[in-house]
């Protein structure tokens, strides 16, 4: 069984800084990829940054987000700096997964959510 349990979330004022942290735990062969999401209110749920083998990441957010990954921990972080208030919203982690007994097998998990609140 896989969990994705994320940290970092929380109030910051504008022009600051956060770090968001997801691990996975559990049985596994390997992380294929990550990402992270958000869902702004008023919004639907949008991909903000994602690495694989390369990085991707929404144009609103480039050069001021970093997503990383520590392999040896099972971990990715997401540096979240120069934040707005329009960066508000729940940061979801997702991860692409290989299965520890069953190698041609890949599914993804999703964490429960993290609340990233920018305000004055």
């Known amino acids: 069984q896989v969990q994705l349990v994320e940290s970092g979330g929380g109030l910051v004022q504008p022009g600051g800084s956060l770090r968001l942290s997801c691990a996975a735990t559990g049985s596994f062969r390997s992380i294929n990829a990550w990402g992270w999401y958000r869902q702004a209110p008023g919004n639907q749920r949008a991909l903000v940054a994602r690495?694989?083998?390369?990085?991707n990441y929404a144009d609103s957010v480039k050069g001021r987000f970093t997503i990383s990954r520590d392999n040896a921990k099972n971990t990715v972080t997401l540096q979240m700096n120069s934040l707005k208030p329009e960066d508000t919203a729940v940061y979801f982690c997702?991860?692409?997964?290989?299965?520890?007994?069953?190698?041609?097998?890949?599914?993804?998990?999703w964490g429960q959510g993290t609340q990233v609140t920018v305000s004055s």
């Open positions: 690495i694989s083998g390369s990085t």
């Open positions: 997702n991860a692409v997964i290989t299965s520890a007994s069953y190698s041609t097998w890949t599914r993804e998990y």
